[in-house]
């Protein structure tokens, strides 16, 4: 820690994000790199899957990436901060109405959709799509993707 702020430690996230480079000492092996390999193939494959998905990211209920598979669209970053704020917004009004736990949210706006399901308690899959997206297709294969991805990752 530098400053006493807390550092990352690691590569880049992302879709072909390498293992830990070379340091002073040797390289070392990301210990996540197949479980975050395995995450990204999940991603790509729902992206070929549905007609209009131009991808997806998983990021944390904090609004950090975790990994994504964007092909077209916004910055990643961006999205998974957007995920956080959807499933925050989400969780809030299911408590409200007695509706527990948050599951999904879509937003839909002129250029396309925006989809958040919760991964498990502490991820979330945030899924752009462009205007001709079929939602009703995208939730069906959209729902298995995200408990794929806890299995994965649990």
């Known amino acids: 820690m530098i400053d006493g ?3 990352r430690e690691g590569g880049p996230t992302g879709a072909g994000a390498a293992p830990h ?5 040797g390289s070392r092996q990301d210990p ?9 193939a999940q991603l790509t494959d729902l992206r070929l899957r549905v007609p209009g998905v131009r991808g997806s990211v998983l990021a ?11 092909a077209t669209g916004g910055e990643p970053h961006d999205l998974a901060a957007l995920a ?14 007695g509706q527990s ?8 706006s002129q250029g396309g959709y925006f989809t958040v ?9 945030a899924v752009l799509g462009d205007d001709g997206l079929n939602v009703a297709r995208l939730h069906l294969e959209a729902r298995p993707t995200a408990q794929h991805l806890a299995d994965l990752l649990a």
Do not use: C, E, K, N
């Not at 480079?21 to 000492?25: H, W």
């Not at 925050?88 to 109405?97: D, E, F, P, T």
């Not at 736990?101 to 839909?108: L, S």
């Not at 399901?117 to 899959?125: F, S």
């Open 117 to 125: 399901y919760a991964v498990d308690t502490d991820r979330l899959m």
């Open 21 to 25: 480079a070379a340091g002073p000492f």
């Open 32 to 40: 996540h790199g197949a479980a975050l390999a395995a995450v990204r």
């Open 84 to 97: 956080a704020t959807t499933f925050g917004l989400g969780r809030q009004s299911a408590l409200v109405l």
């Open 101 to 108: 736990p948050f599951r999904d949210a879509t937003m839909r």
């Open 5 to 7: 702020l807390p550092r």
């Open 60 to 70: 944390g209920v904090d609004g950090l990436l975790i990994t994504h598979d964007l």
